[in-house]
């Protein structure tokens, strides 16, 4: 873009590629397509932070203490707004002050492990408080990060149960009450991915129960499109999907979506079909690495286990008003190994995928 006639030729290469998208080229049936609003406000486009904001609680101290920390990477990127920083740490002390508000929430068996994190966040955003003074971006955002784990540690611990109740009609299939980390190796390199049953629990247990069995194991990247999609899942031979064992069937796994304000997912409907344009999922494509279920165009119950990362690139696919949201199911998102899935194309290939964490919220089907 050093000249006008380039600054045209990109811009109408977007226009081509947003247009193309939208008409669906996914005419080999996997491709992903979408549509919707813009959400109000900045777009959540960290992986991390919106797992944090998709845990079902509801106590607004920490919610605020966690925002003030979030904000500070915004307010560095805004041209390093450094009394803003400034402002968003001593929001942040003053919140913990008052530790008791935060922990009415907290369950009385987890509380004096809450306590010891509510103590090591105030003596962390005193020091952060101390590097800020100092405007060392790289020490501040380092320091931010080891807090807001934290946050997230105290956050999980506010979850008392889980917070309703799957459709009997999917008791046949696995389910992940809860959340489980995913560690892959692949040839290029290790990714870590956090799939969320909070919000997407069927198809987040699929992958999981999936995960369990190996099957991932030895499958290759079988499409990858710069800035959009990098999909695997694709059993050798004519099977599209995982045939269970035990049936000697394909286990076909519901479109679930949970929408923002709704208490459970919607199921089997896009929400374009449901009349709901404007309503966005607990769970939206707006980070890089966002993990969705694959499915067939025309059946949006057909998915199994074919699954797609997805690349997001800010002017391609905008937060919030990318051809996505609410057609297909984002289930977990990219925590760690962002640089190593960007250099990953078809034919490379995952040599393992294990569950790291978090196989106890996984629930068999139970029996027909």
């Known amino acids: 873009m050093f000249n006008l006639l380039k600054s045209w030729l990109n811009h109408s290469l977007k226009v081509i590629l947003l247009v ?13 397509s979408s549509h919707a609003a813009l959400p109000s406000g900045n777009a959540i486009t960290d992986g991390n932070a919106l797992l944090r904001y998709a845990l079902p609680i509801d106590n607004q101290p920490v919610r605020k203490l966690q925002a003030s ?3 500070i990477s915004n307010q560095l990127r805004a041209n390093k707004r450094w009394g803003a920083v400034s402002k968003d740490l001593s929001q942040a002390a003053r919140i913990l002050e008052q530790p008791s508000k935060i922990l009415a929430s907290v369950p009385e068996e987890r509380q004096p492990q ?17 590097v800020a003074n100092t405007k ?51 040839n290029k390199g ?11 629990p069927v198809t987040a247990g699929n992958f999981v129960d999936l995960v369990n069995r190996g099957f991932y194991n030895g499958l290759e990247f079988t499409r990858s499109e710069e800035s959009y ?21 394909y286990r076909a796994i519901p479109l679930e979506i949970l929408v923002e304000g709704d208490k459970e997912p919607t199921y089997g409907i896009t929400l374009e079909e449901a009349g709901r344009y404007l309503d966005m999922p607990v769970l939206p ?31 391609l696919t905008p937060a919030g008003r990318n051809l ?34 978090g196989i106890e919220n996984l629930v068999k089907p139970k029996a027909a």
């Open 324 to 357: 996505l949201d609410g057609r297909y199911a984002v289930f977990g998102y990219l925590t760690e190994g962002k640089e190593i899935l960007d250099t990953l194309k078809a034919g490379d290939k995952i040599e393992s995928a294990t569950v790291v964490q």
């Open 114 to 130: 809450a306590e010891a994190w509510i103590t090591e966040l105030k003596s962390g955003v005193t020091a952060l408080q101390e």
């Open 190 to 200: 290790n990714l870590t991915v956090v799939v969320d049953g909070y919000s997407a």
């Open 69 to 71: 920390l979030e904000d």
């Open 20 to 32: 193309t998208i939208f008409l669906g080229i996914s005419t080999a049936g996997w491709t992903p």
């Open 229 to 249: 999609v990098l999909q695997t899942g694709d059993p050798v031979g004519k099977e599209v999907g995982f045939i269970d064992p035990k049936t000697n069937k």
């Open 136 to 186: 060392d971006k790289t020490q501040v955002l380092q320091g931010r990060s080891k807090l807001l784990s934290l946050v997230s540690l105290l956050e999980e611990s506010m979850v008392k149960e889980f917070p309703f109740t799957v459709p009997v009609e999917y008791n046949n299939l696995p389910q992940l009450k809860g959340r489980a980390t995913i560690g892959i190796k692949t």
């Open 285 to 315: 494509f707006s980070s890089f690495g966002a993990l969705a279920l694959a499915r067939p165009e025309s059946d949006v119950n057909g998915g199994s286990s074919q699954v797609f990362f997805f690349l997001f690139e800010p002017e």
